[in-house]
Structure formats: structure tokens, C-alpha cells
């Protein structure tokens, strides 16, 4: 395992308002792992202001050591990046000091990442979450998200927040509908880390179902081709890369 370190602003020490921790990075989901040979990470989190901080570690990165500010309720992003194309997947995420374990750990997953994606960027636009319930939020992005919480409407979710109050009925999936692509044979799967793979076979069209309005990226295990998609309520844009 790679230990990693990074330092963001001052350092650490006695009488400093910062922690020194590390950061556990989660495993590489199994479909990315047989499609992605070369992922790093975009590390980002918000800083002691609510300004961005990020940096890029290598995807065999299994513990990142740091010393960060003591803000309560602040967020941690890990976006694997596919190698040269420079495709951003979704993140990993981690919520401080929600997810602290012991010897000053704080572990990433892939299922806290709509969580922790949301509190950033409230952070970073600028909104008080020193006594938001990050507990709570976090237990019922979880618990409603299955099979996939990147099916939430995030936008929505960030406007009720910000609007200074917390509710579950804000919780909701996005707008969504199933959409038919031609695709070559093979096996598929969307961006997602909690994607299933789909297997296509000659003269099938691949049937995506309840797929959020906006940006998707659509890969072939079998032949690393992928599809950048954007779809809204009527149409569906695909712009097709080797």
C-alpha cells in the first residue's frame, strides 16, 4: 500500500486550529478495474474558508497523509481521472469528522460520495453548515440510494439546503427516462461506480433505463470505445470517441 503526502496551507502542530490525518481511499469498483488500467485521483477538499483545495496522487494511492483544518462538516472528494482522455468519474467521498475512525483515519467510499459532493459545494458556495446534521443527511442519501444514489437530483438537493432547512421529502431521484442506443456487441456499463454491466449481443440495441437528465459517459468493456451522452426530457445527444 502507497502512503501519500500531501500539505495544504500551514502545517500542523500543538497549537494549531488543524489535524494531521489520513485519508483511506476506497477499492476501484470491479467493472472499472477491468476497464481502466491507468486511474489516478483528483483529490479535492474545502479549506479552512470554504476555498478549493486539490491536488493529483496515483491510483495505487491506498492512504494519503495530511493536515487540514478542524472545520466541522468538511468534504472530501477522490475523482478517478482515465488516463490521458481525462475523463472524470464520479467520486469517493468522505464527510470530517463524520467519517474519522481511529488513529486519526478518515475513509473515503464510494457510497458517501453524493453525501460528501453535496456538502462541498454548499461549502464552496459560501453556505454555514458548522450545525447542519451531516449525520443524518448522510444516513438517508445512503439508505434511499440504493442501488445507485447518482441518481439523485443533486441540483435540487443543494437549492433546498441552501434555502436553510432540511427535509427528507428533499431527497428525490432526477428526472429521468430510458433511452435506446445502437451499439456494437459487447458488454457496457455506464459511469457510475455502483453500474451494472450489460451484455449485448449481434443486431441488439443496448435499453438503458431511468437515466438522469444531463451528461453520461457510456464505456465498452469490450473494446474501450465509450460514448459521451446528454439527454434532456425529448432528446438524446451522443457524440461518439475510438
Same mark, same amino acid.
Given at each position: 500500500?502507497?502512503?501519500?503526502?500531501?500539505? %495544504?496551507?500551514?502545517?500542523?502542530?500543538?497549537? +494549531?486550529?488543524?489535524?494531521?490525518?489520513?485519508? +483511506?481511499?476506497?477499492?476501484?469498483?470491479?467493472?472499472?478495474?477491468?476497464?481502466?488500467?491507468?486511474?489516478?485521483?483528483?483529490?479535492?477538499?474545502?479549506?479552512?474558508?470554504?476555498?478549493?483545495?486539490?491536488?493529483?496522487?496515483?491510483?495505487?494511492?491506498?492512504?494519503?497523509?495530511?493536515?487540514?483544518?478542524?472545520?466541522?462538516?468538511?468534504?472530501?472528494?477522490?475523482?478517478?481521472?482515465?488516463?490521458?482522455?481525462?475523463?472524470?468519474?464520479?467520486?469517493?467521498?468522505?464527510?470530517?469528522?463524520?467519517?474519522?475512525?481511529?488513529?486519526?483515519?478518515?475513509?473515503?467510499?464510494?457510497?458517501?460520495?453524493?453525501?460528501?459532493?453535496?456538502?462541498?459545494?454548499?461549502?464552496?458556495?459560501?453556505?454555514?453548515?458548522?450545525? %447542519?446534521?451531516?449525520?443524518? &443527511? +448522510?444516513?438517508?442519501?445512503?439508505?434511499?440510494?440504493?442501488?445507485?444514489?447518482?441518481?439523485?437530483?443533486?441540483?435540487?438537493?443543494?437549492?433546498?439546503?441552501?434555502?436553510?432547512? &432540511?427535509?427528507?421529502?428533499?431527497?428525490?431521484?432526477?428526472?429521468?427516462?430510458?433511452?435506446?442506443?445502437?451499439?456494437?456487441?459487447?458488454?457496457? %456499463?455506464?459511469?457510475?461506480? &455502483?453500474?451494472?454491466?450489460?451484455?449485448?449481443?449481434?443486431?441488439?440495441?443496448?435499453?438503458?433505463?431511468?437515466?438522469? &437528465?444531463?451528461?453520461?459517459?457510456?464505456?465498452?468493456? +469490450?473494446?474501450?470505445?465509450?460514448?459521451?451522452? %446528454?439527454?434532456?426530457?425529448?432528446?438524446?445527444?451522443?457524440?461518439?470517441?475510438?
Amino acid at each position: 500500500m502507497l502512503l501519500y503526502i500531501l500539505t %495544504f496551507g500551514s502545517g500542523c502542530d500543538l497549537f +494549531s486550529p488543524s489535524i494531521q490525518l489520513k485519508l +483511506s481511499l476506497p477499492p476501484i469498483p470491479t467493472h472499472w478495474q477491468m476497464a481502466f488500467d491507468n486511474l489516478k485521483y483528483q483529490l479535492i477538499l474545502s479549506g479552512p474558508d470554504g476555498e478549493k483545495q486539490e491536488s493529483i496522487i496515483p491510483g495505487n494511492s491506498g492512504l494519503v497523509e495530511m493536515c487540514i483544518s478542524k472545520r466541522q462538516n468538511s468534504s472530501f472528494l477522490a475523482y478517478p481521472i482515465i488516463g490521458e482522455s481525462g475523463i472524470r468519474l464520479p467520486p469517493a467521498g468522505a464527510i470530517y469528522p463524520l467519517n474519522m475512525g481511529e488513529g486519526n483515519t478518515l475513509t473515503l467510499s464510494w457510497e458517501q460520495g453524493v453525501a460528501a459532493l453535496i456538502v462541498f459545494r454548499l461549502i464552496n458556495g459560501g453556505i454555514d453548515l458548522s450545525t %447542519f446534521n451531516a449525520r443524518r &443527511f +448522510s444516513d438517508e442519501i445512503m439508505q434511499r440510494g440504493k442501488p445507485d444514489p447518482w441518481n439523485f437530483d443533486i441540483d435540487y438537493i443543494i437549492e433546498k439546503i441552501a434555502m436553510g432547512s &432540511f427535509r427528507i421529502t428533499y431527497i428525490k431521484a432526477a428526472p429521468a427516462r430510458n433511452i435506446e442506443l445502437p451499439v456494437n456487441p459487447g458488454n457496457w %456499463f455506464m459511469e457510475s461506480p &455502483f453500474a451494472g454491466i450489460i451484455e449485448i449481443e449481434e443486431g441488439e440495441t443496448l435499453l438503458l433505463e431511468a437515466v438522469p &437528465f444531463g451528461y453520461h459517459y457510456l464505456f465498452s468493456l +469490450s473494446t474501450g470505445e465509450y460514448y459521451s451522452l %446528454f439527454l434532456d426530457d425529448e432528446e438524446t445527444y451522443i457524440l461518439t470517441h475510438p
